[in-house]
């Protein structure tokens, strides 16, 4: 019964922030830029359900990738890491800095795509 | 837009650093080939020490004679010329272009002090407009192509300032700020801009013949 009721409790403290992870990826607006120091423009605004229902991108790896060796893996992919987990502030050999990350990886695929923001301020919106 | 910017900021851009590179070494070229087959003479007085001399001289404020008599247009001066190169070589969103197409970074400034620099280069145009219509002395030496020039180099600047505030339509003035930087640097090697490439030589040639050949200060 004890066992029982430290279950319920814990999952009770839980739920809010299981809710929290989930919503937090369906409300993200824009991407969080508190990871940096002195942010110099507005946060990058990315509604990341609206943009993957509008861009048809079923597969996370799609943006949340996996380098290994500077090697794409395939079919693994890094939504369960923060981009700062791997991205540092500089660059790492060949593993660009997170604002470069950001930007390769955002506009890389809409210049290919020919669709989506490719100037500093369709994306950094005042 | 999209086709359009990717055209302006990608083969546009090739065209206009080629012609600015290109042209302006060309223009040096032929500038010392001019001069070796109509005044020759001049090679050999030229000096180093009289060179830098000059140079220096005039590249501090109120360094010179003319610099103390115009003490407003002095400080008026290098404050444009000073922002005019730094604002658009250390801005953080041209070095972070730099970076994601060549993998190149350098120091940059924060944005708030380029936005200020970039109303410095602004207000340095309009203060030259001003100069040209109403000083005499300036009035002889304008030709109608002046005013031109002048809007050349404004244009990048007020654009700049436009997109980075994102006013009046931000893809469009973003698209026409790169076309009005395309326009600047192709023009300086073939306007009156060229006054860039020639001026350590004028003033290297100026200093030698004052100083070797007067006895004299060019200062």
Redesign the interface.
Known sequence: MKKGMTIIACAFFLLPFMLLSVHSQEDMESVDRSVFD?P??PAAVFKHEAHNETAGIEECNECHHVYEDGKLVEDESSEDQRCADCHGPE?QGNQPSL??AF??NC?GCH?KQ??GP?????CH?? | MHDLYQFVSGPLAWVAFILFVGGSLYRMIAMLVEVKKKEPFIFTYMSLKYSLRSIVHWMTPFATYNWRRKPVLTVVTFAFHICLFVSPIFLLAHVTLWDESWDISWWTLPDGVADVMTLIVIAGCVFFLLRRLTQPEVQFVTFPSDYFILAIVAAPFVTGFLAYHQWFGYPMVMVLHVLAGEVMLVAIPFTRLSHMIYSPFTRAYMGSEFGVIRKSKDF
Request: glycine residues 6%.
């Open positions: 002195n110099q423009r660059d604002v470069k930007h390769v506009k210049k020919k669709k490719i100037m500093c301020g369709e919106v005042r």
